[in-house]
Nanobody, 122 residues
Framework: QVQLVESGGGLVRAGDSLRLSCAAS????????MGWFRQPSGKEREFVST????????NYADSVKGRFTISRDNAKMTVYLQMKSLKPEDTAVYYC???????????????WGQGTQVTVSS
């Protein structure tokens, strides 16, 4: 079992930066692929980024590539999403998730946080 708690969301202006954190509790954190997903209001949940258990492999959605950076600190059992050059279209509830497999499909993730709202004004 893994419990996840996101933090760091808020209201920012276009072009600003924000860092999301996801604190995990449970066992064997470093064996889980961690992912960030987001769900704009009225839309489907979508992939943002993933990072492998030891942090060696990352993946990004094309829409955030070059602006967002995912990282993890296994000693602190925390995964981060550094977001720069934010755009209004980045507005969504952001969720972190954990999977025992290397996947980008949200269906492959077993554990989810409660989400944190990110709102980017123009």
């Amino acid at each position: 079992q893994v419990q996840l708690v996101e933090s760091g969301g808020g209201l920012v202006r276009a072009g600003d930066s924000l860092r999301l954190s996801c604190a995990a509790s449970g066992r064997a954190f470093s064996t889980y692929t961690m992912g960030w997903f987001r769900q704009p209001s009225g839309k489907e949940r979508e992939f943002v980024s993933t990072i492998s258990g030891l942090g060696r492999t990352t993946n990004y959605a094309d829409s955030v590539k070059g602006r967002f950076t995912i990282s993890r600190d296994n000693a602190k059992m925390t995964v981060y999403l550094q977001m720069k050059s934010l755009k209004p279209e980045d507005t969504a509830v952001y969720y972190c998730a954990a999977s025992p497999n290397v996947v980008v499909n949200p269906d492959g993730y077993n554990y989810w946080g409660q989400g944190t709202q990110v709102t980017v004004s123009s």
